[in-house]
């Protein structure tokens, strides 16, 4: 068995609490004014970064004077002693920056790790430090050039860049697909699917009670199949997704995405398709001089707040292309239905606008692709889902509330009403077939 010559990094930092529990010394750093002088003529903060530098020194030193007593002082109870310094480093706004580590070791010959020193250089300051700054545009190639502040920092090359990116794009990935939605209040869900460097994904958003949205979840397919959208409602019900919820779910008229929430949801499933791609797929199929007129038609068919006002507005736009195109007539009586649920379930004003479309999901699909206009090559494996699932995860951070949520209440008062409306019709249904039978 290999001897342990150190306590580990754990013990050192749960040690160094249990120091700071009992220490009420106050921790001073003396600066000569000529000295401050000359790191101001490099600026304000410059002398802020020297400050920072000589503070973790002393922190450091409080720490061992604490363990082993004050220098060059008798002390029977000593259970270890300095052994010098040696060369370390401490992380400070994403680089390496070098600074003397002391050394401890006790009376059995055991080195001592800093539990100070060991918070100073944690990787994890690194790396969400990197994955932040990447995130906002600057690239790894130009990383150092820009981030460096230090003439000696270290550790902030195009591939050590790249390594901690990979590193903590990789920890955002596992903890998105591993985040719990058990006690998560979820009244509206937008799934839809893009294409990401050639490759398809179906990516999920929730809306909560509150009106905060949060990434649920995503899959990565060759195309937006049902085998991907199962896995992808799945993984969701895996992690404590309620299917059986009554909820809305706004969907761009995808048909693997409606059969599939049918399997999942059942009579809990309110689907608005998206009236934003229902009128673009209809007029795709009329001439340039009639498109504008069909558009303008349905986009006021769709902001009636009356449902049978709005249905039958749609149904004269249909009785039109029946005697023009009846292609176009075909596209527009498919899911009509599904086009009219946020009327059905009474919402209105802007909370109707957010909810009747999929552009909420699409606008952070379009941040998403900007992120990537830098980016130059794809590997296989994970590389694309990390890079999606860190863009999203940093845009959840910056959403803010869906406008309009005042009438979520409201909307899920009569989400709950129509659930129990249809468990009762689908009763009525099941028993008048076992009395036939």
């Known amino acids: 068995m290999k001897k342990q010559y150190q306590n580990t990094p754990e013990e050192a930092i749960e040690q160094f609490w249990q120091l700071t529990e009992s220490e009420k010394r106050p921790i001073q750093i003396v600066f000569p004014v000529r000295e401050v002088a000359a790191f101001l003529k490099e600026g304000l903060g ?37 052994w010098g310094t040696e060369s370390g480093y401490c992380i400070v706004d ?28 944690r990787g994890s300051l690194m790396e ?17 050039q820009v981030v460096q502040d230090f003439s000696e ?66 899959e990565q397919g060759a195309t937006e199949n049902g085998e991907v959208v199962r896995g992808l409602f799945g993984d969701l019900q895996k992690r404590g997704l309620d299917f059986t919820q009554p909820r809305l779910y706004v969907i761009d008229g995808n048909a693997a995405i409606r059969r599939t929430l049918e399997k999942f949801a059942g009579i809990a499933a309110f689907v608005q398709r998206c009236q934003v791609h229902k009128i673009r ?4 199929h009329l001439t340039e001089s009639r498109a504008p007129a069909i558009k303008f038609q349905m986009r006021a068919a769709y902001t009636t707040t009356d ?16 005697k023009v195109n009846v292609s176009a007539a075909r596209s527009l009586a498919e899911g009509l239905e599904d086009t009219l649920m946020v009327h059905r379930l009474g919402v209105t004003g802007v909370l109707r606008q957010r909810l009747s479309c999929t552009n909420g999901i ?13 980016k130059k090559r794809w590997q296989g494996g994970d590389h694309r889902l990390r890079w999606v699932a860190s ?37 009525r249904v099941s028993t008048k077939k076992k009395a036939v039978a």
């Open 46 to 82: 410059f002398l802020m970064r020297q400050v920072g530098l000589e503070f973790a020194g002393a922190v450091m030193e409080d720490e061992v004077e604490q363990r082993v007593g004050p220098r060059s002082q008798r002390n029977a109870q000593r259970k270890g002693s300095r």
């Open 94 to 121: 994403g680089q390496r920056v070098p600074i003397p580590r002391p050394r401890v070791r006790t009376k059995t010959g055991l080195e001592v790790r800093l539990g100070s020193y060991e918070l100073f250089q």
């Open 128 to 144: 969400d430090s990197v994955w932040g700054k990447i995130l906002q545009g600057l690239t790894m190639r130009g990383y150092k």
């Open 153 to 218: 920092a270290y550790g902030i090359e195009k591939s050590t860049v790249s390594e901690h990116f990979i590193s903590a794009s990789r920890k955002k990935l596992e903890k998105l697909l591993l985040r719990s939605l058990k006690d998560l209040p979820l009244v509206a869900m937008m799934v839809d699917g893009t294409i990401f460097q050639k490759q398809d994904l179906v990516v999920a958003i929730g809306v909560d009670a509150f009106g905060n949205k949060h990434v649920l979840g995503l």
């Open 281 to 284: 797929n209809v007029t795709r």
């Open 307 to 322: 449902y049978d006002e709005g249905k039958l507005a749609l149904q004269k736009i249909h009785e039109e292309l029946m």
């Open 362 to 374: 699409e606008s952070s699909f379009s941040v998403v692709a900007g992120s990537f206009k830098k």
């Open 391 to 427: 863009s999203l995860i940093y845009l959840e951070g910056r959403w803010n509330r869906l406008h309009g949520y005042r009438q979520i209440p409201q909307l899920m008062q009569t989400l709950h009403k129509l659930h129990q409306q249809r468990r009762v019709e689908l009763q």
